[in-house]
């Protein structure tokens, strides 16, 4: 690993560059209850990460991950593996961001990039929040599919609870091999963010959500391309390419 942390990591300022075959940063829990324990804060400052190695993540936290300013950029580009020893979760998928908490983003500028197989872009146990700030996730992969033909999907969003998504700038762009921009058991809030999700799945956001959607199919997107919709407006990636996608669209003026 990169920087193998146990209790918390606070990026406050200044500038921090890491390449790893392995997790980048990896915040883990003291066995005792401390202070921000198996937190990953960013405040401020310039953070690239960057992780070669399959099964890895670029950051990577046991508790909440919270961004409330800085600039940031995390990418993967190994693929998930297959450990049949492991009964409970075989499967372990590279993630850009992964946190066994709440996901959080109040300012700050955040840029995701997962491009191996089955690959995710932020992967969050807990609530995925975003109320400001400037955040790209971005997916390329293939399905992956294990031995027992189980498989893992390049999934850009992803959360086990709500994405509620009230303020700020939100571009989710997943890959074409099934992926889906904000994928949930749970719910999808629109609630006055700027938001483009893009991908092979639909999503629709729950009807309690506070500002209004669209959902458009059939549109091809080329990197490098700007995609507009009803006020909504993104310059797309250069790595990503889609035919035939699923776009969904809401901002606060709709």
Do not use: H, R, W
């Not at 804060?41 to 399959?54: H, K, P, R, Y």
């Not at 409970?88 to 590279?94: G, H, Y």
């Not at 191996?116 to 609530?127: A, D, F, I, R, W």
């Amino acid at each position: 690993d990169g920087l193998n942390i146990n209790q918390y990591f606070k990026m406050l300022g200044g500038t921090v560059n890491i390449t790893s075959a392995g997790d980048c940063i990896d915040v883990g829990k003291k066995k005792t209850d401390k202070t921000d324990n198996g937190m990953l804060t960013i405040s401020g400052g310039t953070l690239t990460v960057n992780t070669t190695g399959n099964s890895t993540k670029a950051l990577k936290c046991e508790s909440d991950m919270v961004v409330t300013g800085g600039t940031t950029t995390a990418t993967t580009t190994g693929s998930a593996t297959y450990d049949a020893t492991n009964t409970a979760d075989p499967i372990s998928s590279n993630a850009a961001a992964k946190c066994d908490g709440k996901f959080t983003m109040t300012g700050g500028t955040l840029t995701l990039t997962s491009t191996g197989s089955g690959g995710k872009g932020l992967n969050s146990t807990g609530e995925i929040t975003v109320s400001g700030g400037t955040l790209t996730v971005i997916t390329t992969g293939t399905t992956y599919v294990a031995p027992n033909n189980d498989d893992t999907k390049p999934q850009a969003v992803k959360s086990d609870a709500n994405i509620t998504l009230s303020g700020g700038v939100v571009l989710s762009c997943a890959s074409i091999n099934s992926g889906n921009p904000f994928k949930t058991s749970a719910l999808v809030y629109t609630n006055g963010a700027t938001v483009m999700g893009i991908g092979n799945k639909s999503v629709t956001p729950s009807t309690s959500s506070t500002c209004k959607y669209k959902n458009y199919s059939g549109v091809n997107v080329t990197g490098g391309s700007t995609v507009s919709y009803d006020g909504v407006s993104f310059i797309i990636p250069s790595i990503y390419n889609i035919s035939s996608a699923k776009v969904l669209v809401s901002s606060p003026s709709m």
